[in-house]
């Protein structure tokens, strides 16, 4: 297995990465906890560098890489102490973008792809509303027929990058069947679409989310992403890249936050020792340690199976479940052996811990998860 994270052009993205997060974010990042998102010339740096493209193709700036080395970029970037950060270039990259990538026809692409790759335009997905959040098929927003276009009404809750993205790609109902749902390209700057609220959130401080509305927003045809009434399918299948990009928040979540205390509980002293010579702290950190190895196996197992086509809902819910509740139970155990330091705003460790607990939330709950992987045994 580890051959296959392991290659040279993988050390090389990871460095790249690396170096990234040490210049242009861990210095800044406090200021965007502050005002509540990224700066959009910091994802035009990534985009120049060639880092927001890696899966999609090179006619438009891409890199065609496969899911293996998109992972690897997914896991190097969340090794940042700033989850709003992370949150919001994955979205971008792994959760919106890529619904253009797989159901955009060539006029599409072309028109939007090129400003995706380098980060002129970034990418929000609306699919959440108040009353269907795991429950895709009870969603409200729905598009009519007009003329040989659309008419789009509903609002969205919940979604990240919603303030200041450039383009969304929005799900409607546009038939009375349970999945008759479909995708929509929407603008900006169309009449009828709006930012109904920001929304204040405890943690992913530096990622903006929204609440948006739609009200009669009129599309043209070429508004609609895919075919019509299929846009339930096109959920379900990029939520298996978009629960991958997830768990691999969380294993650098993890990963991250056991290197913070394992520097910690060796220079802090107690009792005449440092925390480190205390056997239960150190044994229960390498505990921690060999579970986020595990899942990380797991993980790119999962990577690895989308490269040979497999069919595997069944697994990325089982990894969506483990890792959403793996990475509470390590940030917490690390934040309880920081002490009193672990809870205040100056210490990583508590931004860690506010930062990793929508991932048993968001992209599926563990319980909605678990429902996934039972009905498919």
Known sequence: MNSIYHQPEHTVLRDQIARFLRDEVEPYGMQWEQQGYVPRDVLQRLGKAGLLGLMFETAYGGAACDAVTNLVFAEALSQSTFAGFVITVLVHTDMASPHLHHAGNPVQKQRYMPSIISGDCIAAVAMTEAGSGSDVAAMRSHAKRDGDGWLLNGSKLFITNGVHANLYFIAARTGP?????????????????????????????????????????????????????QGFYSLMKNLQTERIALAAMAIGCSTRALQLTLDYVRERQAFGKSLWDQQTIRQRLSMMDAKTRAARQFMYHCAWSVTQGHDIVQEVSMLKALTGELVNEV???????????????????????????????????????????????
């Open 331 to 377: 940030v917490q155990t690390c934040q309880q052996f920081h002490g009193g330091m672990g809870y205040m705003r100056e210490a990583a460790i508590e931004r860690l811990w506010r930062d990793a607990r929508i991932l048993a939330i968001g992209g599926g709950a563990t319980e909605v998860m678990l429902e996934e992987v039972a009905k498919r045994y």
């Open 177 to 229: 069947a349970k999945h008759q749902i479909s995708m929509f390209i929407v603008e900006k700057n169309t009449p009828g679409f709006s930012v109904g609220r920001s929304l204040d959130k405890t943690g992913w401080l530096s990622s903006d989310t929204a609440e948006l509305v739609m009200d009669n927003v009129r599309l043209g045809p070429e508004a609609l992403l895919g075919e019509e009434h």
